[in-house]
Nanobody, 120 residues
Framework: QVQLVESGGGSVQAGGSLRLSCAAS????????VAWFRQAPGKEREWVAS???????AYVDSVKGRFTISQDNAKNTFYLQMNTLKPEDTAMYYC??????????????WGQGTQVTVSS
């Protein structure tokens, strides 16, 4: 049974940083695509970043240069380092993982979500 457990959300002031973690069990990160999504109140879920096997990370334009997706295969955990946070980054953040090495339109596994709140 695959489980993704998130941690690291919280409240920060604009300009601050947070690092989200997503620990996987029953799943091997090194072989598949992983991603982060977010959903703000009243808005649709938005893809934020993804990283596929052997490929360069990809980011939504609004976070390029501020967010970094990475993974630690030894810990079977992937991360989203968020710097220079803005109020518009406020959302529930979800980690996701696919059963494929490429990043598909729909992901197979999801974390429970962690809240990020950025105050101005």
């Amino acid at each position: 049974q695959v489980q993704l457990v998130e941690s690291g959300g919280g409240s920060v002031q604009a300009g601050g940083s947070l690092r989200l973690s997503c620990a996987a069990s029953g799943y091997t990160l090194s072989k598949n695509c992983v991603a982060w999504f977010r959903q703000a109140p009243g808005k649709e879920r938005e893809w934020v970043a993804s990283m596929r096997l052997g490929g360069m990370p990809a980011y939504v334009d609004s976070v390029k240069g501020r967010f970094t997706i990475s993974q630690d295969n030894a810990k079977n955990t992937f991360y989203l380092q968020m710097n220079t946070l803005k109020p518009e980054d406020t959302a529930m953040y979800y980690c996701a993982a696919a059963r494929t090495w490429y990043c598909p339109p729909e992901y197979d596994y999801w974390g429970q979500g962690t809240q990020v709140t950025v105050s101005s």
